[in-house]
């Protein structure tokens, strides 16, 4: 079994079941990684569990650390740890261990980072469109983090869908980086209003009804069209291929290596 060699800095809880972890490496160095990369923790079976958990849908090996990939939400420009946004899945085996750590406590971290999902491959003066649903708006907490300053030649936007205003981890960052930056457009939406302790003003619903109201055409103020925008989908897999759908009725296509275009989803593998 591999040694545990990071500590758990800071634990921030945003809402029951999200959090906000701080994870620093010790004695080795964090790896350079692109915005939008991936790395994988990890904790032993015997690590405890938070009380409030599930069992577990299937037993673990006893012998082996139990580990799950996770998208880095810091800067790219970060060297002193690794920033993770993640909701415990209640009868999972990892998520209820994490959420069960304090600052200060010890757990595994992969020494390398992987993905493909970066804006590598986007040409510096297309607009980039960012669809989320939860947890999947932490790769582009680390894009935003660390190209919103410097890439001034393209208009951005954030689309983050969640059940309650205050389920919107990372809520007041993004409005402060849209006071600051006029070419970035931060657009949140639920899809249960009536929690509301009071009334909500923005989008309802979910995220492909706010795009077929031009939510971010009337934020820009001006179209939104496959020659000059590049969209990115992270999140539910329900959304990711409503919103697939949608989009290539709309005409854009579907990005790859070989055949740059204008739909980016995120994949771990």
């Not at 998208?71 to 209640?90: C, D, G, P, T, W």
């Not at 007041?172 to 006029?182: G, H, K, N, Q």
């Given at each position: 079994m591999e040694v545990l060699n990071a500590v758990l800095q800071q634990k921030i809880e945003v809402a029951p079941g999200l959090c906000i972890f701080r994870i620093a490496p010790i004695g080795w160095k964090l790896p350079e990684f692109k915005p939008g990369q991936y790395c994988p923790l990890g904790l032993p079976p015997t690590a405890e569990r938070v009380p409030y958990s599930d069992p577990m849908a299937k037993p673990c090996p006893k012998d082996k650390l139990i580990k799950r990939p996770y998208?880095?939400?810091?800067?790219?420009?970060?060297?002193?740890?690794?920033?993770?946004?993640?909701?415990?899945?209640?009868?999972?085996a990892l998520t209820p261990r994490l959420f069960a750590l304090k600052n200060g406590d010890m757990l595994w971290m992969r020494e390398k980072v992987f993905g493909m999902f970066s804006l590598d491959d986007i040409p510096q003066k297309k607009n980039v469109i960012f669809f989320a649903t939860g947890t999947g708006l932490a790769p582009y907490m680390s894009m935003l983090r660390s190209h919103l300053m410097t890439d001034t030649d393209r208009k951005?936007?954030?689309?983050?869908?969640?059940?309650?205003?205050?389920?919107?981890?990372?809520?007041?960052?993004?409005?402060?980086?849209?006071?600051?930056?006029?070419?970035?457009?931060?657009?949140?939406?639920?899809?249960?209003?009536?929690?509301?302790?009071?009334?909500?003003?923005?989008?309802?619903?979910?995220?492909?009804?706010?795009?077929?109201?031009?939510?971010?055409?009337?934020?820009?103020?001006?179209?939104?069209?496959p020659g000059d925008t590049v969209i990115f989908l992270c999140g539910h897999p329900m959304m990711v291929s409503g919103m697939e759908k949608i989009l290539l009725n709309d005409g854009f296509n579907l990005h790859s290596k070989k055949s740059p275009g204008s739909i980016i989803k995120e994949k771990f593998g």
């Open positions: 998208s880095i939400a810091s800067s790219s420009r970060e060297n002193q740890y690794l920033e993770f946004y993640i909701k415990m899945v209640s009868n999972g951005w936007a954030v689309v983050h869908g969640a059940m309650n205003s205050w389920d919107l981890g990372y809520r007041d960052e993004l409005v402060t980086m849209e006071r600051f930056c006029p070419d970035f457009k931060y657009i949140p939406i639920i899809s249960n209003p009536e929690n509301e302790p009071t009334p909500w003003g923005g989008y309802t619903g979910f995220l492909d009804k706010a795009w077929e109201n031009k939510c971010v055409q009337d934020a820009w103020e001006q179209d939104v069209t």
